[in-house]
């Protein structure tokens, strides 16, 4: 397996899949016209994602100037812990909303960020969230659910439903969130599956989580889902995005003054993770990682328990059938080249104006952060 692959997916939380959508549902060319007409109002030309910032070493997030705050109304939360727990000491905007370019700073090596991320996992994974959830003409998304303060709505079957919207930067067999088909509530901590987490923590790391405990929970959670949720889909790339959420928090949960790797026995509290799974909030006197982090350790948890891309078929649980035609650990062009064709692309199946421009500007920033990885630019709209 590539590393430096693996080391591009590690904040897709986060999944975006490739379902299929719906037509324009009777949408007549003028009505789409008059969409893209009041969109033009408040239409933004996407900027340049930010750079790498300069690299500064371990620092106080949890600071005076950052306090944690409670959810005012209209306040809007969603499926991942880390960017929940940004907005609510105010390292996003603390309504849930935000640019990609916010996103990207709160994430990656600034002196004034919460984690410590690396710059090109940080813009690859927040334009695949922002380009199937997000506005792409007012540049705003919803880190939880559907929101008015995007901005008006492009033409369907575009989704813009924040980060909450299933099988697009959700997935199943979460490890603290529901699945979808379980009443519908993806993002809302669930307790039951935090107890299968303390109960793993306790039984496989003496009380912590740690590596071993992320591949032995991980494949239960794979198990599970397929002995109960009768729609459980691990393909691409939630088939990446799953493995890749088990070592997130001892990447970035664990307190930066911890330099030891999770090979090295790095271990998360349960307190602190509880911190930031349910209260969305750091711990006291925490300090982001030490270094700009990735997804250390994934090819120990891919490699205790292996199991090929699938899904349950036929709407039956017990019934996980291996789909040979999705992307895996070897095959990341294609997941990139699934995403713009069978994920974006009909989405907005007939974009026009700003919007098709937009579209065609972000898909190329998309792109930038793996152009040198050998992967060929598709361009469903045209050239940037």
């Known amino acids: 397996m590539d590393v430096s692959i693996v080391l591009l997916l590690s904040h897709i939380t986060l999944s975006f899949a490739f379902p299929s959508y719906v037509s324009l549902g009777g949408l007549s060319e003028r009505e789409q016209d008059e969409v893209v007409a009041d969109l033009s109002a408040r239409a933004v030309f996407p900027p340049k994602p930010p750079g790498p910032l300069e690299y500064n070493g371990t620092k106080l997030v949890h600071d005076k100037a950052h306090p944690w705050k409670p959810l005012r109304k209209g306040d809007i939360r969603g499926p991942c812990p880390g960017l929940n727990t940004l907005a609510s000491h105010g ?9 990609p370019a916010q996103i990207v700073n709160a994430v990656q090596e600034e002196s004034l960020t919460g984690f410590n991320m690396n710059h090109i996992i940080a813009v690859f994974a927040t334009y695949g969230a922002f380009l199937v959830d997000g506005n792409l003409v007012t540049n705003l998304l919803s880190i939880g659910g559907k929101t008015r303060k995007t901005g008006p709505d492009p033409p369907k079957p575009a989704i813009v439903g924040g980060l909450n919207t299933h099988a697009v930067f959700e997935g199943d067999a979460s490890m603290t969130r529901a699945d979808d088909f379980f009443g519908g509530d993806n993002h ?42 009768p729609r459980f889909s691990l393909v691409a790339p939630r088939y990446f995005t799953a493995f890749v959420e088990s070592v997130f928090p001892l990447n970035l949960f664990v307190d930066g003054r911890d330099t030891t790797s999770p090979a090295e ?51 039956k649980v017990n019934n996980y059938v291996i789909d040979p035609t999705s992307a895996d650990f070897g095959k990341f062009c294609q997941l990139y080249q699934d995403f713009v064709m069978k994920t974006v692309a009909p989405l907005y199946p007939n974009p026009k104006g700003v919007l098709r421009r937009n ?26």
Not at 190 to 200: G, I, P
Not at 201 to 228: D, F, K, M, P
């Open 188 to 229: 809302s901590f669930n307790q039951t599956l935090w107890d299968q987490f303390v109960e793993f923590s306790n039984r496989y790391g003496g009380g912590y989580y740690n590596l071993t405990v992320a591949a032995e929970l991980r494949w239960q959670l794979i198990q599970q889902a397929i002995s109960t949720n």
């Open 265 to 315: 026995g790095r271990k998360l509290d349960l307190d602190a993770a509880l911190s930031f799974f349910r209260d969305h909030r750091f711990p006291p006197e925490f300090h982001r990682a030490s270094v700009p982090s990735g997804v250390q350790g994934i090819e120990a948890v891919i490699a205790a328990h292996p199991i090929a891309p699938g899904a349950n078929a036929d709407g």
């Open 359 to 384: 579209l065609i500007v972000n898909l190329h920033y998309f792109y930038e952060m793996i152009d040198d990885i050998g992967c060929e630019e598709v361009f469903p709209y045209g050239r940037y």
């Open 91 to 99: 390292y996003l905007p603390r309504d849930g909303v935000a640019t």
